[in-house]
Nanobody, 120 residues
Framework: QVQLVESGGGSVQAGGSLKLSCVAS????????KGWYRQPPGNSREMVAT???????AYADSVKGRFTISLDNQGNTLYLQMNSLKVEDTAVYYC??????????????WGQGTQVTVSL
């Protein structure tokens, strides 16, 4: 079982920066695939950035070069540094832990979400 709590969202002007945090509890988190997703108004949830169990990162094309996903040294806090924010980055941001118990079986744990609003 994994519990995730996000923080760090808020309102910012275009071009600004925010850093989101996701604090995890539960020993399984360290062995889970981790990621940040977002849901813009009126749209479905989409992948923003992921971090695999062996440290491989991936980003959506729309955020490459602007966003950075990272994990603290203790391995229980996931971050998303967001720079050069655009209006289209406005969304509710969610932290995900995808925990595999078999090659084709996993459980997904989601945080409650944190709102990011970018204005001109």
């Amino acid at each position: 079982q994994v519990q995730l709590v996000e923080s760090g969202g808020g309102s910012v002007q275009a071009g600004g920066s925010l850093k989101l945090s996701c604090v995890a509890s539960g020993s399984a988190f360290s062995s889970c695939r981790k990621g940040w997703y977002r849901q813009p108004p009126g749209n479905s949830r989409e992948m923003v950035a992921t971090l695999s169990e062996d440290g491989i990162v991936a980003y959506a094309d729309s955020v490459k070069g602007r966003f950075t996903i990272s994990l603290d040294n203790q391995g229980n806090t996931l971050y998303l540094q967001m720079n050069s924010l655009k209006v289209e980055d406005t969304a509710v941001y969610y932290c995900l832990a995808r925990c595999y118990i078999a090659p084709k079986k996993h459980y997904d744990y989601w945080g409650q979400g944190t709102q990011v609003t970018v204005s001109l």
